[in-house]
C-alpha cells in the first residue's frame, strides 16, 4: 500500500516553513485528502468491487475514514499531544453526525448512520484505537494485544454486520475472532516497519521466552527466536480463524460474499507466511490472489478444509 508518504512530507515542509503550529484544519483537511486517494486502485479490496454500487460506496466510506483516523495516529505533524487534539476533533465531528458532520471521511458516514442504523461506536471504537497508539508502544501478552485488535480491527466487522443487518451477539463474537486474526496476521507482516516506527505488536512475554532483542525487530535477518514467535502468532490466528466459515454460513447475498473474502484472506495470509518459513523481516510476505480465491471459493461452498486450508 502507499504509505502517504508525500502527505506527511508536504505536513512537515508546512511545519518546518513556519514556527506556529499547523492549523488543525488544514492537517485534517490534508489527511483526508489523502485517505481518499489511498481508497483507490490496490487499496480497495478488488473482490469488493462486485457488490451493489450502495454497498460499496458504504464500505469505500468506511475504508476512509479507518485510513483517516490511522494517519493521524501515525503520521500527523506535532507528536502524540497534537495527534491526540486532532483524534478529539475527528470524535467531535463523530458526534455532529448525521447533519452537522464537516470533515469528509466523518460526513461520508452519515448514510449508513441515518439510512442503516449503523452504531456510532465503532467508528469511535476506531479512532480509540489510534488514541492508544499515542500512549502505548508495546503489549505485555496476547490478552492486551487482543484487547488492542477489539479497538483498532474488531469495529470494522461489526461495521460490515450492521450495514447488512446481521448483527447480533454470535456474529458479533466470530467477526471479532476474524478481524483479531487478521490484526495479528498484519502485525506479523509489518514486524520491522512498526519496529522502526517505535511500536511493537508482538506479544513481549513471547519475544523475551525466545530472547528476541527490540533492536533485531528493524530489518535485516530474521533471527530464529523471532520465527518461533512469529509462527507462534500464526497458529494463534488460524484458531481465531475457525469463526470464518459458521460466520460465513450465518450470511446471505452480499455480506456472504464480502466476509468470506475477508476470511480467505487472512488464511491465505497465514498460508504464505507458514510458506516463508516466518521470515518477516527479510522479505516481504504477501498472500497470494489464487490461494486467495481457493480458500474463498471453499468458504462459499461451506467446504473449508481442515484448520479452514484449502485442500
Known amino acids: ?37 489511498r481508497m483507490n486502485g490496490e487499496n480497495f479490496p478488488v473482490a469488493l468491487r ?53 470533515l469528509p471521511p466523518v460526513a461520508g458516514l452519515a448514510r449508513m448512520v441515518t439510512e442503516h442504523d449503523v452504531p ?11 488514541r492508544l497508539d499515542q500512549r502505548r508502544s508495546s503489549y505485555a501478552d496476547l490478552a492486551e494485544l487482543l484487547g488492542y485488535c477489539r ?39 509489518d514486524v520491522g516497519e512498526d519496529a522502526r516506527a517505535g511500536r511493537v505488536y508482538l506479544p513481549q512475554d513471547s519475544l523475551a521466552a525466545e530472547r528476541v532483542a527490540p533492536e533485531r525487530l528493524r530489518g535485516g535477518i530474521t533471527p530464529p527466536g523471532l520465527r518461533r514467535v512469529v509462527a507462534e502468532q500464526v497458529a494463534r490466528s488460524r484458531e481465531l480463524l475457525r469463526s470464518g466459515p459458521p460466520l460465513v454460513r450465518g450470511l446471505h447475498g452480499w455480506a456472504r460474499l464480502a466476509v468470506a473474502g475477508y476470511v480467505a484472506g487472512g488464511l491465505a495470509t497465514a498460508d504464505a507466511l507458514d510458506a516463508a518459513d516466518h521470515d518477516v523481516l527479510a522479505v516481504a510476505v504477501r498472500p497470494s490472489t489464487a490461494r486467495t480465491l481457493r480458500h474463498a471459493l471453499r468458504l462459499l461452498a461451506g467446504r473449508p478444509g481442515r484448520d479452514g486450508r484449502s485442500a
Open 50 to 102: 462486485a457488490l451493489p454500487r450502495a454497498v460499496r460506496d458504504d464500505l469505500a466510506a468506511t475504508y476512509v475514514f479507518a485510513r483517516f483516523v490511522d494517519e493521524i495516529g501515525d503520521s500527523a505533524p506535532g507528536g502524540p499531544d497534537a495527534r491526540l487534539a486532532l483524534l478529539d476533533l475527528v470524535t467531535a465531528d463523530l458526534d455532529a453526525l448525521p447533519e452537522r458532520a464537516t
Open 151 to 189: 479497538l483498532a480491527a474488531a469495529p470494522v466487522g461489526r461495521i460490515v454486520l450492521y450495514r447488512a443487518g446481521a448483527a447480533d451477539d454470535r456474529s458479533i463474537a466470530r467477526s471479532d475472532d476474524v478481524c483479531a486474526a487478521l490484526q495479528i496476521l498484519e502485525h506479523c507482516q
Open 120 to 130: 456510532l461506536d465503532p467508528f469511535r471504537e476506531l479512532v480509540e484505537a489510534n
Open 1 to 37: 500500500m502507499p504509505d502517504g508518504a508525500g502527505d506527511r512530507a508536504r505536513a512537515g515542509d508546512a511545519r518546518a516553513g513556519d514556527a506556529r503550529p499547523a492549523d488543525p484544519s488544514d492537517v485534517l483537511g490534508m489527511i483526508a485528502a489523502g485517505a481518499a486517494r
